[in-house]
């Protein structure tokens, strides 16, 4: 009878497994619920295993959420073939497709800006900030003036498109891809934009 041999894992190819284990843990669970102990059931390791890569269960989450963050960024990279406008519509297309498909994660990294642990927050908001910045190169190309009013308004409205989305998907992920939903996100840009112009901050 021959016995199953468990592939030993080089350091970096464990924690990538459990990191990766984490984030796919999002996509049906809140990221309070992801615990030392239930990442080390999950992967079939020691709990003091778990506690060697990440030292903390705080520390666990950041590095979760950190993955998770990388994912949506690299999905909504903005191709920078595309004239400006287009290449806003784009974005928002392919952050709703993220959505549809990886809905969980979404919302762990929505809410993760709740979440109690300071650094798990900064994680959530730096994808903010980097999505902000891509809207804020493409309407610069188009004309529009780059300063305080245009950079609180571009930040506010990637929260405000976060929620909506959210909002949305609750229910029905596949709501998130409709086409109707997009174009009213793209309104509103087109509004915050119009409002920053005129302010004086």
Known sequence: ?????????????????????????????????????????????????????????????????QAA????????????????KERVHDVLLRITRFVREHRGTFFSLVRGVASGDP?????????REANAEHLRVAWVEL??????????????????TEETLAALSVDDADRAEDPTVVAFLERTLDGVVAAARDARL
């Open 143 to 160: 004309g529009e003036v780059d300063g305080t009013a245009l950079r609180v308004a571009l930040r506010s409205w990637v929260a405000f």
């Open 119 to 127: 650094a798990v927050r900064a994680v959530v908001d730096e994808a």
């Open 1 to 65: 009878m021959s016995v199953e041999r468990r592939v030993r894992l080089s350091p970096d190819e464990r924690r990538a497994q459990l990191i990766a284990t984490g984030v796919n843990f999002l996509s049906e669970h809140a990221l309070d619920e992801l615990t030392i102990d239930r990442l080390a059931a999950m992967t079939g390791v020691s709990r003091a295993l778990v506690f060697h890569y990440f030292d903390t269960r705080q520390g666990m989450q950041r590095a979760v959420v």
């Open 69 to 84: 963050r990388d994912a949506l960024l690299a999905a909504t990279l903005p191709d920078q073939e595309l004239p400006p």
